[in-house]
């Protein structure tokens, strides 16, 4: 099978209503192309999860620049002022989730797990709506899984089996989105034979992969 494919038919794997998942922090290790090309495309009603909202002109928050989401679950949204509007006037609902709650949740997801327990958030209001369990005399949360429809990731040099090697922080979200959603698309800045990379210094697996768009492409 080949993975490798244009970006035009990546985004045509999202459709409206889907829910997605974005790597990145603040648009550091985002896939900026795909990003670029779901805008022009406007797929709307998303439901977003990531990190954080960007900047209204970087990353994730040109969507929402855009009004292209519907619900977003993120652990920050303060960079973007066009998030905190469409949250406070009702157009767009917005779950805010600690960042490392949000972390295990993806992973959790990706590990096929029904949940994890936490005390982070116990006593405010992050704690509303939610399971309590008390185990040796401590209250702990139950945080379900977060899994997506489609995961858009980035990665600095991919190999056409999907191999990923990042470049430092790059990785952040990306490393855990990528097992947790039934299409992983990765824009990478480079892509190899199979065989060039260094076994050592792939972080994700290409099994994880399902799509490959060459970013370094004009």
Not at 137 to 148: D, H, Q, S, W
Request: glycine share 14%.
């Amino acid at each position: 099978m080949n993975k490798v494919i244009s970006i035009d038919a990546a985004i045509d794997h999202i459709k409206d209503g889907m829910t997605i998942m974005i790597g990145g922090f603040l648009g550091c290790g985002s896939p900026h192309r795909l990003i670029d090309a779901l805008v022009e495309k406007g797929v709307k009603d998303l439901t977003l999860i990531c990190n954080d909202s960007g900047f209204p002109e970087i990353g994730a928050g040109k969507l929402v620049v855009n009004k292209q989401i519907k619900k977003l679950i993120a652990s920050h949204v303060g960079t973007n002022r066009e998030t905190g509007n469409q949250m406070n006037s009702g157009e767009m609902e917005v779950v805010l989730v600690p960042q490392g709650t949000l972390a295990e949740q993806v992973r959790a997801g990706g590990a096929g797990l029904g949940g994890f327990l936490t005390p982070t958030g116990v006593g405010t209001i992050v704690e509303e709506g939610k399971e309590k369990m008390i185990i040796d005399g401590k209250t702990y949360l139950l945080e379900k899984p977060l899994r997506a429809d489609v995961a858009l990731i980035a990665g600095a040099t991919v190999d056409k089996f999907g191999n990923i090697v990042y470049h430092g922080a790059t990785r952040n979200f990306n490393t855990l989105m990528a097992t947790a959603a039934e299409t992983v698309i990765v824009e990478a800045e480079r892509v190899v034979e199979i065989g060039e990379l260094d076994p050592n210094d792939v972080v994700t697996s290409g099994i994880f992969v399902d799509y490959i768009v060459n970013g370094g492409d004009k």
